[in-house]
Structures are given as structure tokens and as C-alpha cells.
């Protein structure tokens, strides 16, 4: 089945409620129940912009359960959360928005002036963004141009000037093509799989699977079902916030804590405890993955990494004060 799957680019669309659409209506151990029904989608349907839905709908006498497809349209999420692009790095004008951000003053604690640089460079970068050209449209364009200049070649006189321009836009649709690559990857978060191997619609088809995936159609409150996006959205943030809420007893798992012994030595708990230095934090970060964020702010470490000689103080001041 599963080499059938990937000969074909085929996707299980696994059930959103229900679990299993076959059983055999035994008691006891030889009860059998399983999944035998199923559907399966081309992942460039995902591409359509409609997400897939199956659900196991109540039988009566058979022993096979009805399975129902739904395509639903992408849902309003809201604003987007802010995710660094490794892109930005390579534009001209991406350091000297950082260095102009992170060189305005701020006065106050290091964990402060550290959130409130890294919130004034979220907004320049977010405004900046805007005014760049989708990866996308550039490798359109690009293309369509050095479509132009081959056509035009095949009538007028070759001369170096136009074997010249015609080298330029070659090397200018390839960077594209590997701009292109890289932001689908990105998306995918198949960050296992490098990018240069002309994987760009294998990375725009996870992309979206994952968005499939990773989308909240309903939830369960209770012994209720609710579909309405807004009700999801507030239903998610009581929780979380009854979660994380101060008003916990903090001596509550005081036993639990005292019963569980102490497997630090005294070798691991002096380098615990070692004083930070510059050479230990600059290693640490350059030893990160550099897609992925080590924090909710939406930065990479990849950013840390390229902006490192500008944030060198900052982070420091930061990490040894906390």
C-alpha cells in the first residue's frame, strides 16, 4: 500500500471524527474493529486552495460504516504570527534595517531592552517585507525574460553583448529558481531535505499538507462540539490562560519533588553553575539548527547567527543577568 501511495503521489485523508469504519460485531476478545474504508487524494489537489476532510458517519445494521468527503475552504486565521525569512538575509538593505533598529536607545532591565529591540526589528522587517517581490512572481518573470532574449536570438545577430545578457539572465533564473526552492522548503518544514535538487513542488505540496494538517476544523468542549472559528479561537486562549495561570499553588507538588532523587554530579552541577562567557554563549548559539526559532518571538537561530556582530552585547548583557 504504502509504495502504491508514493508511486502515485497520493495522500490517506485521515478522519477528522470517527475512528474506524469496519467492525465485526463480536463480543469480547473477538472483537475486530479497523479503518477499511478510505480516501485518497492527489497531493497537487492541495494545491487548489480546499482542504479535504473525511469523517466516519453511524451505521445501523451493516457492518460498515458510511465515510462522508468534505472540501472546505482555507479559513480566515487572522493575522499571520511573524516567522524570520532566511530570504531577507541576502536583500541589500536587510543588515542596515537591523543595525538602525537595534542601535535606537532603550533604557531599562537587559531582558527588556533585549524584547523591545527584537519587537522594534519585528515591525521594521514586517513593513520591509511588504514591499518585496513574492519568490514565486520572480521566478515567473525571470523566466518569461530570458524566454524573450533566446526568441529574439533566433532573428537578430549574435554579438558578445548578447551572448553576454543572455549568460546574465540565465544566472539570474537560476538564483530564482533557488529562491523559490528555498521559501517552499522553508514552508514544508522538511527541513531534513536540502534544497537544490528541484524539489520546489514537493516542497509546495507538504507545505500545504501541513497547513491541512495543522488546522483546528472543530473542538471539544465538554460533551459539545463546536465549528464556529471564533468559538475555537477564544475556547483555546481560556484554556491556555487557566493553564499557565499565577494562581497556582506552588508548594503543590512540593512531595512529588522530595521523592525524586538527585542524579546531578558534582562534576555536571560546577559546569551548571560555571560563570557564562562570551566564547560559551557564541558557541552555543552557532551549534543551533539554524531553521529553527528557539523562541516564540518567530526568530531563527539563523538570524541570531547572521546579525550576531550587531546583538553580540545585547545577548550577553541579557543571558548573564538572567
Known sequence: MEDILQDWDMLDIKPSSGKYSWCNKRMGLGHIAARLDRFFIQSSFLLLGLEPRM?????????????????????DLGPIPFRFSPLWIKEPDFMQIVKDCWSQSVKGLPFYIWEEKLRRVKGALKRWAKTLSNPTTDRKYMKASLASQQKSMEKDTITKEVLKQESHLQQCYHKACLAEEEYWRLKSHNLWLKAGDRNTAYFHKQAQARKCFNTISEIKEDNDIHKDFEYIKKAAFLHFQSLYSEDKDPNQYSDLLDVIPSVISQRTK????????????????FDMDQDKAPGPDGF???FLQACWPIIEKDLLKMVQKS
Not at 560546577?270 to 566564547?279: R, S
Open 300 to 302: 531563527s537561530a539563523r
Open 55 to 75: 469523517h466516519v458517519l453511524p451505521n445501523s445494521i451493516s457492518d460498515d460504516k458510511p465515510i462522508k468527503l468534505e472540501l472546505l475552504a482555507h479559513l
Open 270 to 285: 560546577e559546569t551548571l553553575e560555571a560563570k557564562i562567557t562570551k566564547e560559551g554563549v557564541e558557541k552555543a548559539l
